[in-house]
C-alpha cells in the first residue's frame, strides 16, 4: 500500500492544472479502487505539500509536470487501460521515483496527465 500512495501523491503533484475534486478522484483512481487508500493519498499529498485543496479544487503546488519525452514509455502488448478498461496494444506507462503507473491508451493517457 505504501506504494500505492507514494504513486498516487506523484500523480497528483505532477499534474498541469488545477483539477476539480472529481477529476482528481479521477486520476486517482488509475492507481487504486481502495476509498481509504484514495483518501490517504490526497491527505499526505497535502500534507506534503504536493497540492492544495479547497472549493472542491485540488490545485498542484511543485510546478513539476510530466514530461512526454522522458517519463512516458509506449510498449506494445495486449494490455487494457488503467483509466478506461478497453483493450489496447499500446501501452503508455509513465515513469515515477515511486514506480511506472500505466498502461494507459492514447487519450487516457492525456487525461491523467492533464493535458487535455
Request: net charge negative.
Given at each position: 500500500?505504501?506504494?500505492t500512495v507514494a504513486l498516487g501523491v506523484?500523480?497528483?503533484?505532477?499534474?498541469?492544472?488545477?483539477?476539480?475534486?472529481?477529476e482528481?478522484?479521477?486520476?486517482v483512481e488509475t492507481v487504486t479502487s481502495d476509498p481509504?487508500?484514495?483518501?490517504?493519498?490526497l491527505e499526505r499529498a497535502e500534507a506534503e505539500g504536493a497540492i492544495e485543496r479547497g472549493d472542491g479544487a485540488v490545485r498542484p503546488k511543485s510546478g513539476t509536470y510530466i514530461s512526454f519525452e522522458s517519463q512516458i514509455v509506449v510498449k506494445e502488448?495486449?494490455?487494457?487501460?488503467?483509466r478506461c478498461g478497453a483493450?489496447?496494444?499500446?501501452?503508455?506507462?509513465?515513469?515515477?521515483?515511486?514506480?511506472?503507473?500505466?498502461?494507459?491508451?492514447?487519450?487516457?493517457?492525456?487525461?491523467?496527465?492533464?493535458?487535455?
Open positions: 500500500m505504501a506504494d506523484e500523480l497528483l503533484a505532477n499534474v498541469e492544472q488545477e483539477l476539480t475534486l472529481p482528481a478522484m479521477d486520476r481509504r487508500v484514495a483518501r490517504e493519498i502488448g495486449d494490455f487494457e487501460c488503467r483493450g489496447i496494444s499500446e501501452g503508455h506507462f509513465i515513469k515515477f521515483d515511486a514506480g511506472e503507473h500505466g498502461p494507459f491508451g492514447s487519450s487516457c493517457i492525456r487525461k491523467v496527465t492533464g493535458r487535455e
